[in-house]
Every structure is written in structure tokens, then in C-alpha cells.
């Protein structure tokens, strides 16, 4: 079930990959989102993906998910979905 008006100001996709979700769900919905990978070759590859106007909404981070803390209310959403590691 879906809230048609929901906006959301930031999410983090982690274990995003390419930014598939990001580009197809997330910033459809979110202000902003934070993209957490752990493999660069897919980070830089997500920048080329969503496109310079999409990226301008986005954070590209660097690392593992065991090893991330975000402070408390950071994020609305936190999407991790498939994480392997």
C-alpha cells in the first residue's frame, strides 16, 4: 500500500549497487539519498547510471554496511535490500 503524497527528505540505499532502486523507487520519493557501496567500481558506475541531474540529489559513500553508523535520524528510509558481503 502506497501513500500518494509521501515525500520523503533522505534515504540511504544501502548495498546500492548500480543505484537501480535509487533511480526507480527512491528518488521518486526522497529529496535526497544517500548511495552506501562497498565495491568503488559500482559506486563510480552509479554516478554514470542515474545521470548528473539525478546525482545532484545524491551522496555517494564508500563502504561496508557492518561498518556504517549513521547518527540517530539521519535517515526516513533506509532501503537495504540483497546486501551481500
Do not use: M, N
Not at 27 to 35: E, N, P, T, Y
Not at 59 to 84: C, K, M, N, S
Amino acid at each position: 500500500r502506497t501513500t500518494p503524497g509521501l515525500r520523503l527528505d533522505v534515504a540511504l540505499d544501502a548495498g546500492a549497487g548500480v543505484g537501480r532502486v535509487t533511480k526507480g523507487c527512491l528518488l521518486r520519493r526522497c529529496k535526497q539519498v544517500h548511495l552506501l557501496e562497498a565495491c568503488e567500481a559500482w559506486s563510480r558506475q552509479s554516478r554514470r547510471y542515474l545521470g548528473r541531474k539525478r546525482s545532484e540529489r545524491c551522496t555517494f559513500l564508500l563502504g561496508r554496511l557492518e561498518d556504517f553508523t549513521p547518527a540517530a535520524g539521519t535517515y526516513d528510509l533506509i532501503w537495504a535490500q540483497w546486501v551481500l558481503q
